[in-house]
């Protein structure tokens, strides 16, 4: 579920860095949450599910639409000027944010070992930034506060995967994106053609698929076993940039991107040894 996931995500990344030519980041992101609203409500009404958006978690809901749709605005933005291999391998660092975040927010205790991990990580995102080079900009660092924010949705995701449906959990997220997104029309508003019509209903398609599976995945399987897999995002983003920019990452992309990858699969490992600690 997980490696599928990342081929539905890249695609997704990579067309919205194709629209982002022509169209205001903002809209693209109304594009894509509008066209997941439709197709989920869509799946929902053929199968019948609406009991199934009784919950006692409105607030995580909130919460959780909250950080999908600032993360998704921020990367967005930094598509239009970076190159998308930078701008995910900065992304990988989301996982480490998740190491962090999950003392405040889930109690859990992280030792010397995974905030090292951690560090490491971050020196990875400086890597790929290049911060004092000749081409950093203060934009370059946006996908890393995107990952920042994907980290608090995933947290948050955790908190109520145990009583929520799935499906239900991307519905209340894209329908909260639309809205705020619709509100904000006005402000960047493009009459679509029907290239630019097509490509958002891909990305919406796409992302609701790969949010759906992330979700059930984590469902069934914690960040420790899955953390490896989602690094190969890279490689499709790659290939499918290739594909469509004829560019390919800089050397101190990838290194920075396997700087980052090592730490988050040490902290993976971590994670697994404490689990079994906990349950043996």
Same mark, same amino acid.
């Given at each position: 579920?997980?490696?599928?996931?990342?081929?539905?995500?890249? %695609?997704?990344?990579?067309?919205?860095?194709?629209?982002?030519?022509?169209?205001?980041?903002?809209?693209?992101?109304?594009?894509?949450? %509008?066209?997941?609203?439709?197709?989920?409500?869509?799946?929902?009404?053929?199968?019948?599910?609406?009991?199934?958006?009784?919950?006692?978690?409105?607030? *995580?809901? !909130?919460?959780?639409?909250?950080?999908?749709?600032?993360? @998704?605005?921020?990367?967005?933005?930094?598509?239009?000027?970076?190159?998308?291999?930078?701008?995910?391998?900065?992304?990988?660092?989301?996982?480490?944010?998740?190491?962090?975040? #999950?003392?405040?927010?889930?109690?859990?205790?992280?030792?010397?070992?995974? =905030?090292?991990?951690?560090?490491?990580?971050?020196?990875?995102?400086?890597?790929?930034?290049?911060?004092?080079?000749?081409? $950093?900009? *203060?934009?370059?660092? !946006?996908?890393?506060?995107?990952?920042?924010? =994907?980290? $608090?949705?995933?947290?948050?995701?955790?908190?109520?995967?145990?009583?929520?449906?799935?499906?239900?959990?991307?519905?209340?997220?894209?329908? $909260?994106?639309?809205?705020?997104?619709?509100?904000?029309?006005?402000?960047?508003?493009?009459?679509?053609? =029907?290239?630019?019509?097509?490509?958002?209903? $891909?990305?919406?398609?796409?992302?609701?698929?790969?949010?759906?599976?992330?979700?059930?995945?984590?469902?069934?399987?914690?960040?420790?076993?899955? %953390?490896?897999? @989602?690094?190969?995002?890279?490689?499709?983003? @790659?290939?499918?940039?290739?594909?469509?920019? @004829?560019?390919?990452?800089?050397?101190?992309?990838?290194?920075?991107?396997?700087?980052?990858?090592? #730490?988050?699969?040490?902290?993976?490992?971590?994670?697994?040894?404490?689990?079994? *600690?906990?349950?043996?």
């Amino acid at each position: 579920m997980i490696l599928t996931a990342t081929i539905f995500l890249s %695609a997704g990344d990579v067309a919205t860095k194709y629209l982002t030519a022509s169209v205001p980041p903002l809209h693209i992101v109304w594009l894509r949450y %509008a066209a997941s609203t439709l197709i989920l409500l869509a799946i929902v009404g053929i199968r019948g599910e609406w009991a199934s958006f009784r919950t006692r978690r409105p607030g *995580l809901h !909130l919460l959780r639409g909250c950080g999908t749709i600032g993360s @998704s605005i921020l990367f967005v933005l930094a598509l239009k000027v970076l190159p998308i291999a930078d701008a995910t391998a900065t992304g990988f660092v989301a996982p480490l944010f998740v190491t962090a975040l #999950s003392i405040p927010m889930l109690g859990e205790r992280v030792g010397w070992r995974r =905030w090292a991990a951690t560090l490491a990580g971050l020196v990875g995102v400086l890597i790929v930034v290049r911060p004092g080079g000749a081409d $950093f900009q *203060l934009i370059s660092l !946006l996908p890393a506060v995107s990952a920042l924010l =994907w980290a $608090f949705a995933l947290i948050v995701t955790r908190m109520m995967s145990g009583t929520e449906n799935p499906l239900a959990t991307v519905t209340y997220s894209t329908s $909260f994106g639309a809205l705020v997104m619709a509100l904000l029309l006005p402000l960047h508003w493009v009459t679509p053609t =029907w290239e630019i019509f097509w490509i958002g209903l $891909f990305i919406g398609a796409v992302a609701t698929a790969g949010q759906w599976m992330v979700i059930v995945a984590f469902r069934y399987a914690g960040a420790s076993l899955l %953390a490896p897999f @989602s690094y190969s995002q890279l490689l499709w983003v @790659s290939i499918f940039g290739f594909m469509l920019f @004829s560019t390919l990452p800089d050397i101190w992309t990838l290194v920075g991107a396997a700087i980052i990858a090592a #730490s988050g699969l040490y902290t993976a490992h971590r994670e697994r040894l404490r689990a079994k *600690l906990v349950t043996g």
